[in-house]
């Protein structure tokens, strides 16, 4: 069972985060628009050809979440990128669909994990095939990746091995939570860092090292697509509070029903009022209720609460913090339209619609 989208192509979202209107604002900028759009109609090609499987079953999950559409943040920062060297290369073009494919195979495991119910509009692969069929299709996605990058060499080789190492990481730490000692929200900063902000990083720097750029660029650039990604992240948080579930693709409130920490409930925590505190236990309680059978809604009042609470405005400006941090990494990129689409990228991932 496949979604409809399949015929046509995938359906990028990328509007969602003013790709055209916000990234590529400004004369200078807009002239790269029509070269990011060719490398990345380049991506969606490498991306459909390296997702065929011969195996029926194997093809049809593989390619379900990327039918589903995407935002392609990573592709289209890796062709970005790869203009302060020597544009869109073929390796820049297949490393791009390489960590794309490694963003796609950490969703069917995030969502395993979390017990997800939807993702990108369509109901998560789990609950279609099953956890061990989920689980197994992002293995395959990791490790058709690996084969793609296997091409260009020892550096590609350890870049991806890398980037996965955090990925496994994050994921592993956010699954154990914050041990004794630990501050839970510098821990689950960590956790951004690892989950979301290496493989932002990793297909930034991707962009510089596969067109042959600058050297010194390489790690500027992933240093701010590390941060960019962390703000990316904590607004996620955000918006996943949203009562409308087409902002999301998800069920608002998706990760705290299944018991996984957001900034939001980690800043509700640090509050000492009365009223925090209510609310604070209400989730937990609602949290091990659904745990033992109950059902999700019975968090719909207060995650409502929450989203209009102070600690959800601070996630907010917590989210601008590191997008400026981002910003500020950008200092010795030279002067141009793409260090200004850089920084227009950096502030749009944390003034998304929440």
Do not use: C
């Not at 399949?6 to 990234?23: E, M």
């Not at 989730?283 to 719909?300: H, M, N, P, T, Y």
């Amino acid at each position: 069972m496949t979604p409809g989208p399949s015929a046509a192509g995938p359906r990028l979202v990328v509007g969602k985060l003013g790709l055209t209107d916000r990234i590529f604002a400004g004369v200078r900028s807009r002239r790269l628009l029509a070269t990011v759009e060719e490398g990345l109609a380049r991506v969606e090609l490498s991306l459909a050809r390296e997702l065929r499987v011969s195996d029926t079953l194997a093809d049809t999950t593989s390619r379900y979440l990327y039918e589903a559409g995407g935002k392609r943040i990573r592709p289209m920062l890796a062709v970005l990128t790869a203009q302060l060297g020597e544009g869109a290369t073929v390796e820049v073009v297949d490393a791009a669909a390489a960590l794309e494919m490694t963003h796609l195979g950490s969703l069917y495991h995030d969502d395993v994990m979390d017990g997800a119910d939807v993702r990108r509009g369509v109901p998560s692969a789990q609950t279609v095939w099953g956890n061990n069929i989920a689980i197994l299709t992002g293995d395959l996605l990791f490790s058709r990746a690996s084969q793609i990058m296997a091409r260009f060499g020892e550096r590609a080789i350890r870049l991806q091995a890398d980037t996965f190492e955090r990925l496994v990481l994050g994921q592993m730490h956010e699954t154990v939570g914050p041990q004794p000692g630990d501050d839970p929200v510098a821990f689950y900063l960590q956790v951004l860092s690892d989950k979301t902000g290496s493989l932002i990083a990793t297909a930034a720097m991707a962009g510089v090292i596969f067109s042959h750029g600058p050297s010194e660029l390489e790690e500027p650039i992933r240093t701010f697509g590390e941060k960019a990604g962390v703000a990316f992240q904590l607004l996620d948080d955000v918006i996943d509070l949203s009562a409308n579930p087409d902002e999301t693709g998800k069920v608002p409130g998706t990760d705290l029903r299944a018991g996984v920490p957001t900034m939001p409930y980690l800043l509700l925590g640090e509050r000492t009022d009365a009223a925090s505190r209510a609310l604070r236990g209400s989730i937990d309680e609602g949290v091990a209720r659904i745990a033992d059978g109950a059902d999700a809604s019975l968090l719909d009042a207060p995650l409502a609460r929450l989203r209009d609470h102070d600690a959800t405005r601070d996630t907010l400006r917590l989210a601008h913090e590191w997008s400026q941090h981002a910003i500020d990494a950008l200092a010795p990129v030279p002067d141009g339209p793409v260090r200004e689409a850089l920084t227009r990228f950096a502030q749009a991932v944390a003034d998304r619609s929440s």
